[in-house]
């Protein structure tokens, strides 16, 4: 593997110390997605806001219901709840 410059580390590490700030941002877009989508498409932003989740580290349990719920309302609640918690 070839080295890595000053530069290139530099982005990595702030990569890796704003990825809650930059999930969070995705999100909400997801969210707003969500409203919009419908049928196969709504499934596939489901399905990303999911991951999402997962990487956020939300509990499966309640992520799962928020997905099985297909309300993006619940889904724009926790946003904000997460949100708080950083603020």
């Known amino acids: ?6 530069y290139q ?5 702030n990569y890796y110390r704003n990825q809650d ?5 995705k999100l ?3 969210v707003t997605d969500l409203y919009l989508a419908e049928g ?3 499934q596939r932003k489901w399905a990303q806001a999911a991951a999402s989740l997962d990487k ?3 509990p499966a349990a309640r992520a799962q ?6 309300n993006p309302a619940l889904l724009a609640k ?5 949100l708080a918690k950083t603020s």
């Open 1 to 6: 593997m070839a080295e890595r410059t000053k």
């Open 21 to 25: 700030a930059i999930l969070l941002q």
């Open 56 to 58: 956020l580290k939300v």
């Open 9 to 13: 580390e530099k982005i990595i590490k």
């Open 28 to 30: 909400g877009e997801q």
């Open 40 to 42: 196969k498409a709504r």
């Open 78 to 82: 926790l946003l904000e709840e997460l």
């Open 65 to 70: 219901r928020i997905v099985e719920s297909d």
